[in-house]
């Protein structure tokens, strides 16, 4: 069971540049999301799935997008990086029912954008 | 609007003492709220979880929570802290959507 995996681990753009963090996960959980994490801001969600076929905002959605065409499989794509987008990324998987809602985290992906 | 505030940036404590981490939490409905633990470098590890039911729930490594609804608090408390309890602890809330709220953390330095 490898859980929730990330990659890359760390990752280097241009401004400009686009690029496609990967999140997968072997738990069969309905529910994925995507956060960034800020020195000072905690963790904030940037989108969210509920199934496949299924994505919805988050806190902070812009200039990044999602799509779900597997249970397992949510990447998130950054269209055209800036350096405000420099920041830790962690991908989080759940079952959405009420009792057993607990997210697993997965490693992380330290970008930087220059 | 949902949010969580954790109101100590640091909170120190010595090995062997009781320690406690502070969250306040506001929803509209039912809240579910959470407590993870996060090491230096690692993601997010789940601690404990208030859904329904008693107001004290206990969860990994000996920590447990107090859900205050009259203060909407969610207290994370420990008896004694060890030196490996260091690292930083965030709470987190979920109402009615699928949309988490977490606060900006609270680093715990257990001293030896």
């Known amino acids: 069971n490898a859980g929730v995996t990330q990659t890359p681990k760390f990752q280097v753009l241009k401004t400009g540049q686009s690029m496609t963090l990967q999140c997968a996960q072997d738990?069969?959980?309905?529910?994925m999301s995507w956060y960034r994490q800020d020195p000072g801001m905690g963790l904030r969600l940037i989108h969210y799935?509920?199934?496949?076929?299924?994505?919805d905002q988050g806190e902070v959605p812009n200039g990044y997008n999602v799509s779900r065409s597997t249970t397992e499989d949510f990447p998130l794509r950054l269209l055209s990086a800036a350096p405000s987008q420099t920041s830790v990324y962690f991908c989080?998987?759940?079952?959405?029912?009420?009792?057993?809602?607990?997210?697993?985290f997965g490693p992380g992906t330290r970008l930087t954008v220059l | 609007a949902q949010s969580v505030a954790q109101p100590e940036d640091q909170v120190n404590v010595a090995e062997g003492n009781p320690l406690t981490v502070k969250c306040t939490y506001s929803?509209?409905?039912?809240?579910?709220l959470f407590w993870y633990v996060q090491y230096p470098n690692r993601g997010l590890q789940f601690l404990l979880k208030?859904?329904?039911?008693?107001?004290l729930v206990k969860g990994s490594y000996g920590f447990e929570a107090e859900f205050n609804k009259s203060q909407t608090s969610f207290h994370l408390k420990k008896p004694s802290a060890l030196v490996s309890d260091s690292a930083l602890y965030f709470c987190?809330?979920?109402?009615?959507?699928?949309?988490?709220?977490f606060g900006t953390g609270t680093r715990l330095k257990v001293l030896a």
């Open positions: 989080a998987s759940s079952w959405t029912s009420g009792e057993y809602n607990e997210q697993f």
């Open positions: 799935s509920v199934g496949a076929g299924i994505t």
């Open positions: 738990m069969n959980h309905e529910y």
């Open positions: 987190a809330v979920r109402s009615g959507t699928y949309k988490y709220i």
């Open positions: 929803v509209s409905g039912n809240p579910y």
């Open positions: 208030y859904i329904t039911g008693d107001n």
